[in-house]
């Protein structure tokens, strides 16, 4: 048994719509109007510092609410594949211990896509021993709003005409 143990919460939703309409939104996520609208409850600022927007060693800089709390990260995109998958990871080396990866793919099957959103945690046993009740309320706050981006960005996506 390591140090830390690897967590992957996965959430995937059928939309209606293409892969470049989907990619197309992601790459104006720094518009207020766009961030906000993914998730209304707990988004609240993303612009990119560094580069163009999901352009690989491009950093943006995000503020949400998470479990209760507002969280200031940047992020530096680590990966690109056009309208297929986006990779990304804390900017601050230390935390990337902890969270090494987030990701964001499309699957395209004709009128249908499957966007896949992914996050990737390392929980240490000794965390999992003494607060693991606070794991645990973080973890389903986590698939909370994982599921509520999704289930958004298909309201947004299939009811603008995007």
Same mark, same amino acid.
């Given at each position: #048994?390591?140090?830390?143990?690897?967590?992957?919460?996965?959430?995937?939703?059928?939309?209606?719509?293409?892969?470049?309409?989907?990619?197309?939104?992601?790459?104006?996520?720094?518009?207020? /109007? &766009?961030?906000?609208?993914?998730?209304?409850?707990?988004?609240?600022? #993303?612009?990119?510092?560094?580069? /163009?927007?999901?352009?690989?060693?491009?950093?943006?800089?995000?503020?949400?609410?998470?479990?209760?709390?507002?969280?200031?990260?940047?992020?530096?995109?680590?990966?690109?594949?056009?309208?297929?998958?986006?990779?990304?990871?804390?900017?601050?080396?230390?935390?990337?211990?902890?969270?090494?990866? &987030?990701?964001?793919?499309?699957?395209?099957?004709?009128?249908?896509?499957?966007?896949?959103?992914?996050?990737? #945690?390392?929980?240490?046993?000794? #965390?999992?021993?003494?607060?693991?009740?606070?794991?645990?309320?973080?973890?389903?706050?986590?698939?909370?709003?994982?599921?509520? /981006?999704?289930? &958004?960005?298909?309201?947004?996506?299939?009811?603008?005409? &995007?």
């Amino acid at each position: #048994m390591g140090l830390l143990e690897d967590l992957v919460l996965t959430h995937s939703i059928e939309i209606r719509t293409t892969p470049e309409k989907i990619f197309a939104f992601l790459r104006h996520l720094h518009l207020e /109007e &766009n961030y906000r609208a993914w998730h209304p409850q707990d988004h609240q600022l #993303m612009r990119w510092v560094k580069g /163009e927007p999901w352009e690989e060693g491009s950093v943006a800089y995000a503020e949400q609410y998470a479990h209760g709390k507002l969280h200031k990260l940047k992020y530096i995109v680590t990966k690109v594949v056009p309208d297929r998958e986006i990779e990304f990871s804390p900017r601050f080396w230390l935390w990337r211990i902890y969270f090494p990866k &987030n990701t964001f793919s499309v699957e395209s099957r004709g009128e249908i896509c499957t966007f896949t959103a992914t996050a990737h #945690m390392r929980v240490g046993w000794l #965390m999992k021993k003494l607060a693991r009740k606070k794991l645990d309320a973080a973890l389903e706050s986590a698939r909370k709003h994982m599921r509520e /981006e999704g289930e &958004n960005l298909k309201k947004l996506l299939e009811h603008s005409g &995007n």
